[in-house]
Every structure is written in C-alpha cells, then in structure tokens.
C-alpha cells in the first residue's frame, strides 16, 4: 500500500471513529513487512537511474524576452547533491523552430557536447558527490514573434562507457523553459 493510500485510510478511519486516530502507528509508518527474498512492488518499478536522478539538482536561468533576431544565453547547472561515487550526466535539449540557430559557448573540458540542427547533446562526465557542473548555451531568436517553450532533460548513469546515443534516446524531456520573442 502507497504513502498516500495509507494516509487516506487512517484519515478516513479517524474521521468514523470521531477524530480518536489522530496519528500513525509506528508499525503503519514502517510499511508492511515483507518476507525476505522478494521484492517489494515499489522496488521493482524504482530504476536506478531515476533513483540517481532524484539525487542530482538542475537549476536553468535565461532571459525571458529575446527581440527578433536577438541572442540569448541558457545556462544549465548541474549538480550532484547526494548520489554516492562517481556519476555520468547525459544532458538533452530540444530547441524549437522559434530558434534558428544554438552554440555552446561555456562548458569544462571534461564535457563533450554535440549540436546537431537544433537538438543538443551534452556528456558530462566525473561528477562526485557535492559537484557541479554549468554548460552555457546561446540560442539566435528567428524573425516570428511568439512564445519559443525550450525542453531539456537529463539522466545520470554510473556506467563510465555508456553511449551517449543511446542514452539520449532515453531522456525525458521535463525541465521546460519559456521564452517570449517580441
């Protein structure tokens, strides 16, 4: 049973009851016990690479108005907050057809970046525990008007010789930021 599930149900409970249950039993907040050797079902949906990605920080800063034609620079940091060892951050974004042009113009050695059309693909490798990383993109505003939503994602991997291909098909592209081109 879910966190929620049982939140609900001892709320529900209280509530029949005449508000006597008004807080959880340690044993209700440990879980319910599972025999050893199996799985529980949280556990096996959990990945691991969405376990590591919970443990990294993605903070994006841009301008929000561009003119026609304008530049403007993304900056997307990356940080390493509590996953233990040495980690690999495959970063993805996906520029929309308001962009006629993107270029990385910062990032650290230690990041190979590829540009292809308006789709971006950066590795970043070696990232410890409590490291950070910050890659610079500039982006050329084409000549519409309107509101150009860029999407990025990102994935952490422990595997050094990961393909960056392949993983960069697996990526979801959830961090959005927009921008209004005046």
Not at 123 to 130: A, E, N, P, Q, V
Request: glycine letters at 8%; aromatic letters at 6%; hydrophobic letters at 45%.
């Amino acid at each position: 049973m879910s966190h929620l599930a049982k939140r609900l149900t001892a709320a529900a409970l209280a509530a029949a009851l005449g508000g006597t249950l008004l807080f959880q039993s340690p044993a209700m907040a440990a879980g319910p016990a599972v025999p050893a050797g199996t799985a529980s079902p949280a556990a096996a949906t959990a990945s691991p690479a969405a376990e590591a990605a919970a443990k990294f920080g993605y903070e994006i800063s841009f301008p929000k108005h561009v003119r026609r034609g304008g530049s403007l620079v993304f900056t997307v940091k990356v940080r390493n907050r509590k996953a233990r060892g040495q980690h690999y951050v495959a970063l993805v974004g996906d520029f929309p057809s308001g962009f006629r042009r993107i270029k990385v113009v910062a990032k650290p050695r230690s990041v190979k970046c590829s540009v292809k059309r308006r789709d971006l693909a950066c590795w970043i490798t070696s990232l410890d525990k409590g490291d950070s990383t910050t890659v610079k993109i500039r982006a050329w505003a084409g000549s519409r008007r309107g509101t150009a939503t860029v999407r990025f994602g990102v994935l952490a991997t422990k595997t050094p010789g990961a393909n960056l291909g392949k993983i960069a098909k697996k990526v979801r592209l959830t961090i959005k930021a927009k921008t209004r081109i005046l």
